[in-house]
């Protein structure tokens, strides 16, 4: 077994998870509870990095100063920005670019001071089991969830993409936001808020990153309305049985 990191924005993301953990007891640490314990044949640090790219880098900065894991997952949900990535599908990440970062003229629109590029890529490896974990779950969600669920919020056969996700500091909810995002990152496939952050750290302290994220809404001017529900009803199935079918798989 190997020490792997999980880490969500927010309860519902990550509360099946911990309820599949026999065994794990919280720290206290910067003011979140990292749970350890074990979860298929692996150690595992759990926690929550609540929203945003700063509670996401340091949560994953003292993650990786304290637990020493080898390898870090993020699981969430995302708003769906091209055509095609509708409600219940699941993008893995191929890269990570911050939408709100902006030096320009000083530096390119998007790029990260410093680093000379844009985009940090996630570990090749990690998100090809991610995908087939995610390709496995799609296969076996229609039939956990509750019918009348699925009929509220018109999931029918959901599909896995790999792509590039877009994070910033802001829920993404209305049609002018999402084609401004589309516009300007033609290759994103979803928008989240935590992600990129996360990639940067772990690119920082060369670790192996990968994240996996569920479309909970189109990030158009019926996100406030599909996130809670999705959020509420469907996100904690996705996210447990994509981990756990990954963590059997590594
Ligand atoms: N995470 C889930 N939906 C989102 C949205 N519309 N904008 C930003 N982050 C999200």
């Known amino acids: 077994?190997?020490?792997?990191?999980?880490?969500?924005?927010?309860?519902?993301?990550?509360?099946?998870?911990?309820?599949?953990?026999?065994?794990?007891?919280?720290?206290?640490?910067?003011?979140?509870?990292?749970?350890?314990?074990?979860l298929q044949g692996h150690e595992v640090v759990a926690v929550l990095s609540g929203i945003g790219k700063v509670a996401a880098a340091t949560t994953t900065a003292l993650l990786i100063e304290r637990f020493a894991p080898e390898q870090v997952i993020f699981t969430g949900v995302a708003g769906?920005?091209?055509?095609?990535?509708?409600v219940g599908d699941i993008v893995v990440g191929s890269a990570l670019v911050q939408h709100d970062l902006d030096a320009s003229p000083l530096f390119a629109r998007f790029e990260v001071p410093g680093y000379g590029r844009s985009r940090f890529q996630p570990d090749?490896?990690?998100?090809?089991?991610?995908?087939?974990?995610?390709?496995?779950?799609?296969?076996?969600?229609?039939?956990?969830?509750?019918?009348?669920?699925?009929?509220?919020?018109?999931?029918?056969?959901?599909?896995?993409?790999?792509g590039e996700i877009a994070t910033g500091d802001r829920f993404v909810a209305s049609e002018a936001d999402s084609a401004a995002l589309r516009a300007a990152l033609p290759e994103a496939l979803a928008v989240d808020m935590e992600s990129a952050a996360v990639a940067q750290v772990c690119h920082?302290?060369?670790?192996?990153?990968?994240?996996?994220?569920?479309?909970?809404?189109?990030?158009?001017?019926q996100a406030h309305v599909d996130f809670p529900l999705f959020l509420r009803e469907v996100a904690r199935h996705y996210s447990a049985r994509i981990v756990r079918k990954a963590l059997n798989l590594l």
């Not at 920082?204 to 001017?221: E, K, M, Q």
Request: aromatic letters at 4%; charged letters at 20%; a negative charge.
């Open 124 to 162: 090749l490896a990690l998100s090809q089991v991610l995908h087939a974990a995610a390709k496995d779950a799609v296969t076996w969600l229609p039939k956990l969830l509750d019918p009348e669920v699925l009929r509220a919020m018109g999931l029918h056969s959901p599909s896995v993409h790999q």
């Open 204 to 221: 920082d302290c060369g670790l192996p990153f990968a994240v996996v994220r569920t479309i909970s809404d189109r990030a158009d001017n």
């Open 1 to 38: 077994g190997q020490r792997i990191a999980i880490l969500s924005a927010v309860h519902e993301e990550l509360a099946e998870i911990l309820q599949l953990m026999p065994d794990e007891q919280p720290i206290r640490l910067g003011g979140r509870s990292y749970w350890r314990g074990h």
């Open 80 to 86: 769906g920005l091209l055509p095609g990535v509708e």
